[in-house]
């Protein structure tokens, strides 16, 4: 079965329970967000997801992608991807760089893709900018897009807009979820901001 | 394998300084079988305790090494105290790491060039102001008291401390809590011994042991500066070690052992005294006195540091004006005749022990590199900090070097890897390391590891998430703790003389051996390419990322 699935998940950390058990269906195409307030261990389950988690948590449960268990799956095997609530662009690479970073290594034309993706930004022309001249919203276009480059089966969102500024917020909003919705990929998103949840449009689980 | 890195690290590195004091501690108790002793006893130390002089020697051991650290200690405080927030502090900020970068070999000839009796400064004021018409007849380098060592190593110590404050003052959250301060009525310089010192002490507690185990125990610098007869304590024992009769070796040894305990107690009894202030002040931290505004200590605490700053880069200038002296009669300001021809004479021996200090230096920084990026990672993939046992890589620096030095030749001799290139490296990389380890753990702890999870999500593998990003993202401090790890390599006078067994040469021992000689101008030669060659590789290393990183703002 596609989609992303996961049964059971439980966080500890030094002994005690930070979250779950919990477990989620998202179907491909699915949005589905997760509130809670801060500490409540959402940001965790995405890094359990990537197969990031610190070594300081114990994590039980399982978690499925596409129908493989993700147990033991290296993060850069699983093809997840996440968005953080700072763009993260990596600054000793330029714009284009930071896209071509994220395209697979055996993809050809890569520049196209580049290119491509550049013009689905509006950042036509930007590839050789350095990542800091660009405003707040232009670098988090560019992040959304370095991330769907790698052509992850998921995308998970930590708090994506929380950084902007609120007249941004509203569009980069529209901007993010048109963009996963094309690409028909389940999404996972973790805020605690209701207008977030709103804009996402799916199913909504509160801790 | 990664795991296997700080365990590794420790082994290279604490094996060999154990051994080494093993090896001074045998034949100082009496087993030594190649000059016939079979026996444990005392009897080495009686015939060490009955060397005329060793009294005075030690004496001036101790004296000149709690004055120098203590000095050093107050200055660095003073001046942060005076100035931090002013644009001075900035300036002198950017003087810290040209000083730090220059051998104090170096800087101890220059500054024997300024103020020895015939020096640039006695040139400068006479016969106008002092009425000499030829060199007064007074001690002021070698002086008895040590005064002129104690200078010596204030010119290297200062800024040492200074940068290890500023990296302090970093960490900690200074400028809110002296802002409240002052907001309260406390004058800058009492905000600062009231609020500052008592936060940033702990973390210079190592550093400032590390100076004072130096100032105890170096040699180079005390060759140059202190009384010939009788020296400092280890002066007198590389004397003996280097003494053609094997008469000295043994009492050298338990002179070896008693440098290390002097060091030991020493560190102990500034503990002591570090106690018994913290005690003392407890009430005055909280007894409400404001402190007047000290317009006269801050002044006072400025212009001691600019005079330090000042004779350390003149002392830089003398060597070179030296080197291009023909002649320079006694009273006139600068020399009479110039010539490139000191430069043209040395250059072909110049070569060698120039090739030497390169080497010796880039292997031995490689090593540190490599092994301390592979622990730091490591403690980043493990999560776990080994901080307490990484602590033990401060052992050489607080160890006294020819305490265990002169066990580790008769051991490297007995291994037969006296004398070779893998003996020379590795006892560079006893002090480089652990420079190039602390230079490295800050920048390397405090990356972002989001960085690394958001490419590794990225479909990047470890090896190209590490070669992509974190060596590119972090290049700046490597190539900062490389040009350290160069420098402390190409200071080092001790161990290239005990691990190379005379066989290699340095700028450093040649600048030392010539130090003892009379002719400046081939001694400024010598010196003032001692000095250049690190500053030379200090400004490549910061300018690589400076070019490759012109266009990119976030890297600055």
């Known amino acids: 079965m596609s989609g992303l699935a996961f049964r059971d998940v439980t966080l500890h950390v030094a002994g005690k329970k930070l979250l779950g058990p919990l477990s989620l269906d998202l179907a491909p195409g699915a949005v589905v967000t997760i509130m809670g307030p801060s500490g409540s261990g959402k940001s965790s389950l995405l890094a359990y997801l990537c197969g990031t988690l610190d070594r300081a948590f114990a994590a039980t449960g399982s978690a499925m992608l596409d129908g493989t268990d993700l147990t033991g799956v290296a993060p850069e095997k699983r093809r997840i991807g996440i968005l953080f609530q700072d763009d993260l662009l990596f600054p000793h690479l330029s714009v284009a760089g930071n896209l071509a970073f994220a395209i697979p290594a055996n993809a050809p034309d890569r520049k196209v893709l580049v290119d491509a993706a550049l013009a689905e930004a509006e950042l036509d022309g930007y590839g050789a900018r350095d990542p800091t001249t660009l405003s707040g919203g232009q670098r988090a276009r560019v992040s959304l897009m370095r991330a769907l480059l790698a052509e992850p089966r998921a995308i998970l969102l930590d708090e994506p807009f929380s950084k902007l500024d609120a007249d941004l917020r509203g569009k980069m909003r529209e901007f993010v979820f048109a963009h996963i919705r094309m690409r028909k990929i389940p999404c996972l998103m973790v805020t605690h901001d209701e207008a977030d949840a709103a804009a996402a449009g799916g199913y909504i689980l509160r801790l | ?556």
């Open chain 2, 1 to 556: 394998m990664l795991r296997l890195a700080p365990p590794a690290t420790l082994l290279i590195f604490l094996a060999p300084i154990v051994a080494g004091l093993l090896g001074t501690a045998l034949p100082a108790f009496g087993w030594f079988p190649a000059l016939g002793g079979h026996e444990f006893g005392f009897a080495v130390f009686a015939r060490l305790f009955a060397q005329p002089g060793l009294g005075t020697s030690v004496a001036l051991t101790l004296f000149t090494g709690f004055l120098a650290t203590a000095l050093s200690l107050t200055l660095a405080l003073a001046f942060c105290a005076a100035a931090y927030g002013t644009r001075g502090f900035a300036t002198a900020q950017r003087f810290l790491a040209p000083l730090l970068a220059t051998p104090h070999a170096a800087l101890a000839i220059g500054f024997a060039f300024l103020v020895a009796p015939s020096g640039w400064i006695a040139r400068l004021i006479s016969p106008e102001l002092s009425g000499w018409t030829r060199p007064p007849d007074i001690a002021t380098i070698q002086d008895p008291l040590g005064l002129a060592f104690v200078a010596g190593l204030m010119l290297k110590e200062t800024p040492y401390l200074l940068l290890c404050l500023v990296a302090a003052i970093g960490q900690a959250d200074l400028a809110r809590s002296l802002a409240t301060a002052r907001m309260l009525g406390y004058g800058k310089f009492t905000a600062w011994a009231k609020i500052a010192i008592p936060r940033l002490y702990p973390q210079i507690r190592l550093p400032v042991y590390a100076v004072l185990a130096f100032a105890l125990s170096n040699v180079d610098v005390a060759l140059i500066l202190v009384p010939t007869n009788p020296p400092s304590l280890s002066v007198l024992i590389v004397r003996w070690i280097s003494d053609p009769h094997l008469d000295l070796f043994l009492p050298a040894t338990a002179a070896g052992l008693l440098l290390f305990a002097l060091v030991v107690v020493s560190i102990g009894v500034w503990r002591l005294g570090e106690i018994a202030i913290a005690h003392l002040a407890r009430d005055w931290l909280t007894n409400g006195e404001r402190g007047s505004r000290g317009a006269i200590r801050n002044s006072t605490a400025r212009a001691m540091l600019a005079l330090l700053f000042g004779l350390a880069i003149a002392a830089l200038i003398a060597l070179a004006v030296w080197s291009f002296t023909l002649s320079w009669r006694f009273p006139d300001a600068l020399p009479d005749r110039w010539t490139n021809a000191n430069w043209l004479r040395e250059a072909p021996s110049l070569a060698a022990p120039a090739t030497t200090t390169l080497f010796v230096a880039l292997c031995a920084t490689a090593i540190a590199i490599l092994l301390s990026v592979l622990c730091l990672e490591n403690e980043i993939r493990t999560g776990k900090r080994a901080t307490k046992a990484l602590a033990l890589l401060y052992a050489p620096l607080l160890i006294p070097q020819v305490s265990f030095l002169i066990g580790a030749q008769t051991l490297l001799v007995r291994l037969n890897l006296d004398g070779g290139f893998v003996a020379l490296v590795w006892a560079h990389l006893l002090f480089v390391l652990p420079y190039v380890f602390l230079a490295l753990a800050d920048p390397w702890r405090a990356l972002d590891p989001r960085y690394a999870r958001i490419a590794a999500c990225l479909g990047a593998s470890p090896l190209r998430v590490f070669f992509a990003v974190k060596i590119p993202l972090l290049l700046r401090p490597l190539m900062v703790a490389a040009a350290i790890g160069f420098a402390v390599s190409a200071a080092l006078y001790l161990p290239t003389l005990f691990a190379g067994s005379g066989r290699w040469t340095s700028l450093t021992t040649e600048a030392v051996t010539l130090a003892s000689g009379g002719d400046r101008r081939v001694l400024g030669v010598y010196a003032f390419t001692q000095a250049a060659l690190p500053l030379i590789v200090y400004a490549m290393a910061l300018a690589l990322p400076a070019f490759l990183y012109r266009n990119r703002k976030g890297m600055a």
